[in-house]
Each structure stands twice: as structure tokens, then as C-alpha cells.
């Protein structure tokens, strides 16, 4: 099993950054793909950034690019989400969440399907 820990989330200027951090544990977190996902409140939950289990690839939703940056580091156990130049639109709660499947290789990102999840942080960018 896997259990997953999201922090860093907080209430920020239209223009600042803010890294998010996802912690887990579970010996196969380091094998499973990773992604983030945000709910902001009325709308439905949808994907922000993916990871693979050995982070040589990266994906995110089209708002996101160029903002928002996935990364990982297996040795700690966490995936991390920096993201910058956030705007009041960013505003939700962000959810991290681990892959079903060991080492997957999809090439579309849209085939990850996600079983284990955290409980979210909260991030409010005032403008």
C-alpha cells in the first residue's frame, strides 16, 4: 500500500510561487507514477501534472506549461510541484496520487489510472 502526504499548499499573491511537496510511504511509491490533480470549489477535479516512476518524463495540462513544474526524487520518497506565476484561477485544493500499475510506460498520459490518493493542500492565490 501507499499512503500519501500532500504540504506546501497556502494563500499567495497573484504573481508568487509556491512548491508543493508530496510525501509517501510504501516501499513501491518509487516504482509508480505520480500526478497531480486540483479541485477548485463547484468545479470538477481535474489533472494539472504527471510524473513517471523513474521521472525521466513529464506531462501537464495545457494551462499549466510553462508555469508549473513536476519532479521527483526517489531516494526521499516525494514528488514535488513548483509552481510559479500562479494566478487567482489556480486557486483549488491540489491532490497528489499514485499510478495502479508498477512502472508504467503509457504514452498518453490520459492511460494512468490512479488508486492511491492524499488529502489534499489547500492553494488560495488572492489577485
Known amino acids: 500500500q501507499v499512503q500519501l502526504v500532500e504540504s506546501g499548499g497556502g494563500l499567495v499573491q497573484a504573481g508568487d510561487s509556491l512548491r508543493l511537496s508530496c510525501a509517501a510511504s510504501?516501499?513501491?511509491?518509487?516504482?509508480?507514477?505520480v500526478g497531480w490533480f486540483r479541485q477548485a470549489p463547484g468545479k470538477e477535479r481535474e489533472f494539472v501534472s504527471l510524473?513517471?516512476?523513474?521521472?525521466?518524463?513529464?506531462y501537464y495540462a495545457d494551462s499549466m506549461k510553462g508555469r508549473f513544474t513536476i519532479s521527483r526524487d526517489n531516494a526521499k520518497n516525494t514528488v514535488y510541484l513548483q509552481m510559479n506565476s500562479l494566478k487567482p484561477e489556480d486557486t483549488a485544493v491540489y491532490y497528489c496520487?499514485?499510478?495502479?500499475?508498477?512502472?508504467?510506460?503509457?504514452?498518453?498520459?490520459?492511460?494512468?489510472?490512479?488508486?492511491?490518493w492524499g488529502q489534499g493542500t489547500q492553494v488560495t492565490v488572492s489577485s
Open positions: 496520487a499514485a499510478s495502479n500499475t508498477l512502472y508504467a510506460t503509457y504514452s498518453d498520459y490520459r492511460q494512468y489510472e490512479y488508486g492511491f
Open positions: 510504501g516501499r513501491t511509491f518509487s516504482s509508480r507514477a
Open positions: 510524473i513517471s516512476w523513474r521521472g525521466d518524463n513529464t
